[in-house]
C-alpha cells in the first residue's frame, strides 16, 4: 500500500503531522507493506526567491496582528510540537519561497535520501533557526542527507533541475481536491486533511487495507478539526 504525503517545508503542521502520522504507522499492524512517498506543496508559490521575512513579520501582515498576537499564535503551534515531542522555536525563523528546496527533494528521492533530508530540512526550520532559503543551508542539509555534494550544487544552480516533477505534484494535488497540507492519499482510495492525531492515521490505514478493491479517492475520512496550513498561508490548529 502506498502512502502519499503532499507537504510544504513552510508549514508546521506539516512537521507535526509528519510526526503524528508516523506514530499512526508504527501502530500499524502492515506498516512495513506501505510505501511513504512525500510530495510537493507550495503554500506561497507567488513569493519571489530572494523574498525572505521574518515569521513574526509575516504573520503581522497577514492576519493584521500585533506583535504579541503573533508571538502568541506561533507559541501555540510550538505547544503542539513540542506534545509531540519535537523541538520548535516560536520566535527567530524566517519564511521564503521553498521551490528550492522541493527541488531538492526530488534529488533527494532519486537517490533514496528523500525522508532523511525532508527530517533534516523541517530540523532546520523549526527547531534551529536556519534559514532553508538559501544555498549554502541547503547544501549542508543535502550533503548531511547522504547526497553528494557537487550533485546538489548542480541542481541548486540549474532553476530547471526538478522543476517538472514539482510542478507536476502540484498538478496531482489540484486534481485530488487538495487545497492545503497536509494532505494524505492511502493508496488513492482515501485522503487524510490536516496533521490528526496518531490514531486518526492508525484507523485510516486500517481502512484503507481492509478495503484494497480499488474505489474512487473518498476524501475527509479523519473526523478530528483539521490542523493544516491552506494555499493562502493560513495555518489553523
Not at 547544501?139 to 522543476?163: K, P, S
Request: hydrophobic share 40%; glycine share 8%.
Amino acid at each position: 500500500m502506498r502512502v502519499e504525503i503532499w507537504s510544504d517545508i513552510a508549514c508546521p503542521w506539516c512537521y507535526i503531522g509528519k510526526a503524528r502520522f508516523e506514530q499512526g504507522l508504527a501502530a500499524f499492524a502492515h506498516r512495513d507493506e506501505v510505501e511513504v512517498v512525500h510530495r510537493s506543496f507550495e503554500l506561497d508559490p507567488r513569493r519571489p526567491q530572494g523574498d525572505v521575512e521574518p515569521v513574526i513579520d509575516a504573520l503581522m501582515r497577514k492576519y493584521g496582528r500585533s506583535r504579541e498576537e503573533a508571538t502568541a499564535m506561533e507559541a501555540h503551534v510550538a505547544d503542539a510540537a513540542h506534545g509531540e515531542g519535537l523541538p520548535y522555536e516560536p520566535v527567530g525563523r524566517t519564511t521564503g519561497n521553498t521551490f528550492d528546496v522541493h527541488r531538492l527533494l526530488h534529488l533527494a528521492k532519486a537517490r533514496g535520501r528523500q525522508n532523511e533530508l525532508l527530517d533534516l530540512a523541517y530540523r532546520a526550520n523549526f527547531a534551529e533557526e536556519r534559514s532553508v532559503h538559501d544555498t549554502r543551508t541547503l547544501v549542508a542539509l543535502g550533503v548531511e542527507a547522504g547526497l553528494a555534494e557537487d550533485e546538489v550544487r548542480r541542481v541548486l544552480a540549474d532553476a530547471t533541475a526538478y522543476a517538472d516533477d514539482v510542478r507536476a505534484d502540484e498538478e496531482e494535488a489540484a486534481r485530488l481536491g487538495a487545497t492545503g497540507v497536509p494532505f494524505f492519499v492511502l493508496d488513492r482510495r482515501y485522503g487524510v486533511s490536516g496533521g490528526q492525531p496518531a490514531e486518526v492515521f492508525t484507523q485510516a490505514l486500517e481502512r484503507a487495507w481492509q478495503d484494497r478493491p480499488v474505489r474512487p479517492l473518498a476524501m475527509g475520512t479523519a473526523t478530528a478539526p483539521d490542523a493544516a496550513c491552506g494555499v493562502d498561508g493560513t495555518c489553523e490548529a
